[in-house]
């Protein structure tokens, strides 16, 4: 018995005791009892060569798909708001009940309420449009339109388009005439350049001294060497003369111009009541001089001016400035007062309200005979608000007080250094001798032999001599 005591008593492994023991003996590299796997380095570094292949395939994988999420544009944070968003719209759809009778029936009349109005809203356009379209050909209709044909002008050859693309350059003159639709016969009192840049609004004025000493064309309208005051080739042949004249002389491109006559000025200003110019004590003796004079042409009445400085003019003494041509400089100061009544003009009419304006359309307008188009002029006026008009200038910038066939004229002295100012002043451009076309050479060197005026020596010199 005791031998049976002491005998040891082996109990059977459990069968977590069992995979313990196959773990140590496959780290030992044994072969289990029951077990056909063997397990040694061999088989381990297989393993970990799987395993790392399988990692390097992983990072390869996300590498690609990083790339890919780079090339759409897209984060994977940006994928996964678009995943909830189409979750979310997919689940609001299925939780959408179907409409009942009554609220389709609502639905239908809120869309049909909504098509009358926008067509409400599309004919009240329709007949605003219609409105304003009549409205201004009405205006339009009361000007007199002489359409000029562009190939027929007189201009020189070689010249270039630069200017003429951005630029519109128009041909203004102020005639004494009551009647601005007559051809010829008008001498034109006043006349000015304006070349408006089409991109910044600005307008420059050049005034051209109504006695300046050019080549104009005779009354059959050949150029064959007649040389006069700019003046007369209104006169001699309506304004397409007076436009080759100056597109000959000054190497311009006009094709358009505007003429009006003095007494519509005097009404503009009157509607705007009056302008603020500055007036001294030789211009204000002179205007109360030449005041009945040019009441009589109007046809109104007049007061007298009895201050000086910065005043406020009325229609017919500002128009009377305008033409006062018998103290200081005498043409030249006339052209710069000119510039700055009309300039004093463009102002207050920016400040007054649509009905002084159409008063003033009213009454101008009848009396302006222009090229213009409809068209042009309606471009033209969109803009009106966003032009800034320059101080001005007056040609020519180099001349001499002459008397020329017993006439008083000024005689620009060197007409291509003259051209050459004028167009760096109008349109910013720089000339050389090279550009300056051989009808202007041809008239420049006519002009020196036959009054004698040179340039002075002093390359910087403006003005008169």
Same mark, same amino acid.
């Given at each position: &018995?005791?031998?049976?005591?002491?005998?040891?008593?082996?109990?059977?492994?459990?069968?977590?005791?069992?995979?313990?023991?196959?773990?140590?003996?496959?780290?030992?590299?044994?072969?289990?009892?029951?077990?056909?796997?063997?397990?040694?380095?061999?088989?381990?570094?297989?393993? &970990?060569?799987?395993?790392?292949?399988?990692?390097?395939?992983?990072?390869?994988?996300?590498?690609?798909?990083?790339?890919?999420?780079?090339?759409?544009?897209?984060?994977?944070?940006?994928?996964?708001? %678009?995943?909830?968003?189409?979750?979310?719209?997919?689940?609001?759809?299925?939780?959408?009940?179907?409409?009942?009778?009554?609220?389709?029936?609502?639905?239908?009349?809120?869309?049909?309420?909504?098509?009358?109005?926008?067509?409400?809203?599309?004919?009240?356009?329709?007949?605003?449009?219609?409105?304003?379209?009549?409205?201004?050909?009405?205006? &339009?209709?009361?000007?007199?339109?002489?359409?000029?044909?562009?190939?027929?002008?007189?201009?020189?050859?070689?010249?270039?388009?630069?200017?003429?693309?951005?630029?519109?350059?128009?041909?203004?003159?102020?005639?004494?005439?009551?009647?601005?639709?007559?051809?010829?016969?008008?001498?034109?009192?006043?006349?000015?350049?304006?070349?408006?840049?089409?991109?910044?609004?600005?307008?420059?004025?050049?005034?051209?001294?109504?006695?300046?000493?050019?080549?104009?064309?005779?009354?059959?309208?050949?150029?064959?060497?007649?040389?006069?005051?700019?003046?007369?080739?209104?006169?001699?042949?309506?304004?397409?003369?007076?436009?080759?004249?100056?597109?000959?002389?000054?190497?311009?491109?006009?094709?358009?111009?505007?003429?009006?006559?003095?007494?519509?000025?005097?009404?503009?200003?009157?509607?705007?009541?009056?302008?603020?110019?500055?007036?001294?004590?030789?211009?204000?003796?002179?205007?109360? *001089?030449?005041? =009945?004079?040019?009441?009589? *042409?109007?046809?109104?009445?007049?007061?007298?001016?009895?201050?000086?400085?910065? *005043?406020?003019?009325?229609?017919?003494?500002?128009?009377?400035?305008?033409?006062?041509?018998?103290?200081?400089?005498?043409? %030249?100061?006339?052209?710069?007062?000119?510039?700055?009544?009309?300039?004093?003009?463009?102002?207050?009419?920016?400040?007054?309200?649509?009905?002084?304006?159409?008063?003033?359309?009213?009454?101008?307008? =009848?009396?302006?005979?222009?090229?213009?188009?409809?068209?042009?002029?309606?471009?033209?006026?969109?803009?009106?608000?966003?032009?800034?008009?320059?101080?001005?200038?007056?040609?020519?910038?180099?001349?001499?007080?002459?008397?020329?066939?017993?006439?008083?004229?000024?005689?620009?002295?060197?007409?291509?250094?003259?051209?050459?100012?004028?167009?760096?002043?109008?349109?910013?451009?720089?000339?050389?001798?090279?550009?300056?076309?051989?009808?202007?050479?041809?008239?420049?060197?006519?002009?020196?032999?036959?009054?004698?005026?040179?340039?002075?020596?002093?390359?910087?010199?403006?003005?008169?001599?």
């Amino acid at each position: &018995m005791q031998g049976d005591s002491d005998r040891k008593i082996q109990v059977p492994p459990t069968n977590r005791q069992a995979g313990q023991e196959r773990m140590r003996n496959a780290s030992a590299g044994l072969k289990m009892p029951g077990s056909d796997v063997s397990v040694d380095s061999k088989v381990r570094e297989h393993r &970990m060569q799987q395993e790392r292949l399988t990692r390097e395939e992983m990072e390869q994988k996300r590498r690609e798909a990083r790339r890919r999420q780079l090339e759409s544009g897209r984060t994977t944070h940006e994928d996964d708001r %678009i995943k909830r968003e189409e979750e979310t719209g997919s689940m609001k759809q299925e939780e959408k009940r179907p409409l009942s009778k009554k609220e389709i029936a609502w639905k239908k009349k809120i869309k049909k309420l909504w098509l009358i109005l926008a067509g409400e809203v599309i004919a009240l356009a329709l007949l605003m449009v219609g409105f304003v379209v009549n409205y201004v050909n009405s205006k &339009m209709n009361q000007m007199n339109i002489n359409e000029l044909d562009e190939n027929e002008i007189l201009m020189n050859e070689g010249l270039s388009n630069v200017t003429k693309e951005e630029y519109t350059t128009i041909a203004l003159f102020g005639l004494d005439s009551r009647d601005v639709t007559s051809d010829k016969g008008n001498r034109s009192d006043c006349i000015i350049i304006a070349a408006i840049n089409n991109k910044t609004k600005e307008v420059r004025l050049i005034s051209i001294f109504r006695d300046t000493y050019l080549q104009v064309a005779d009354r059959g309208g050949d150029y064959d060497g007649v040389y006069t005051k700019v003046t007369h080739a209104y006169a001699y042949g309506g304004p397409k003369a007076a436009i080759e004249t100056l597109n000959k002389n000054l190497d311009l491109q006009i094709t358009e111009y505007a003429t009006v006559n003095f007494a519509s000025l005097t009404k503009v200003i009157d509607d705007l009541g009056g302008v603020v110019v500055n007036v001294d004590e030789d211009e204000r003796q002179s205007i109360n *001089i030449w005041l =009945p004079e040019t009441a009589s *042409i109007a046809g109104m009445s007049y007061s007298n001016v009895y201050e000086t400085g910065d *005043i406020v003019l009325d229609g017919l003494q500002a128009t009377t400035y305008c033409r006062i041509r018998n103290i200081g400089q005498g043409d %030249i100061d006339r052209a710069g007062r000119q510039r700055e009544v009309i300039g004093a003009i463009l102002d207050k009419a920016k400040q007054s309200d649509l009905v002084t304006l159409n008063k003033v359309i009213d009454d101008v307008l =009848p009396d302006v005979s222009t090229s213009l188009t409809k068209k042009e002029m309606l471009g033209l006026l969109s803009g009106v608000f966003d032009y800034t008009i320059s101080e001005g200038e007056g040609f020519p910038f180099i001349y001499k007080l002459s008397m020329v066939d017993n006439l008083s004229v000024e005689v620009p002295a060197d007409l291509e250094k003259n051209v050459e100012l004028l167009h760096q002043y109008l349109y910013d451009a720089v000339l050389s001798d090279t550009t300056i076309s051989a009808s202007t050479d041809t008239a420049s060197d006519a002009i020196k032999n036959y009054t004698g005026v040179v340039a002075p020596e002093d390359p910087d010199f403006r003005g008169g001599f």
